[in-house]
C-alpha cells in the first residue's frame, strides 16, 4: 500500500464518518474510526520513505483537506452533543428552589464551617 492509497482511504473513511454522523450510526462510526486508527501507523511509516518535495507538497494538501473535513466533522459531532444535552435538560429538569434563600450567608456558614475547629 503506498502513501496516495492510504490518503485516498483516509478521505474516504472520512466522508463515510460525516454520513454516519449525520445518520445518526453510532455503530458504524465506531468501525470506521478503528479503521482510521489502523491506518495511521502505515501512513506515518509510508510518510518517513518519501524524498521527492513534489510528492510531498502534493501530499500536505491532501492532509489539509482531511484535516478540513475532521473539522467539519468535529463541529457535528459537538452539535449532535449540545443537542442531546440539551435534550436530556427538558426531559430530567432540575427542579429550582421555591423557598427565598440568603445566597451570601450560605457561603458565610461554608468559609464557617472550613476555619471551626471541634477539637479543643
Do not use: C, W
Amino acid at each position: 500500500m503506498n502513501v496516495e492509497d492510504v490518503l485516498a482511504s483516509l478521505h474516504r473513511l472520512g466522508e463515510e464518518k460525516k454520513a454516519a454522523i449525520l445518520g445518526n450510526d453510532v455503530y458504524k462510526l465506531e468501525e470506521i474510526l478503528s479503521q482510521e486508527q489502523s491506518l495511521a501507523p502505515t501512513l506515518s511509516s509510508l510518510l518517513v520513505e518519501i524524498t521527492d518535495e513534489e510528492v510531498k507538497q502534493e501530499l500536505k494538501e491532501q492532509v489539509v483537506q482531511l484535516r478540513a473535513l475532521n473539522d467539519t466533522n468535529m463541529g457535528l459531532l459537538k452539535q449532535s452533543l449540545q443537542f442531546v444535552t440539551m435534550s436530556l435538560a427538558l426531559l430530567n429538569p432540575q427542579p429550582q428552589r421555591i423557598t427565598y434563600s440568603r445566597p451570601h450567608l450560605e457561603e458565610r456558614q461554608h468559609v464557617f464551617a472550613q476555619h471551626f475547629n471541634s477539637q479543643i
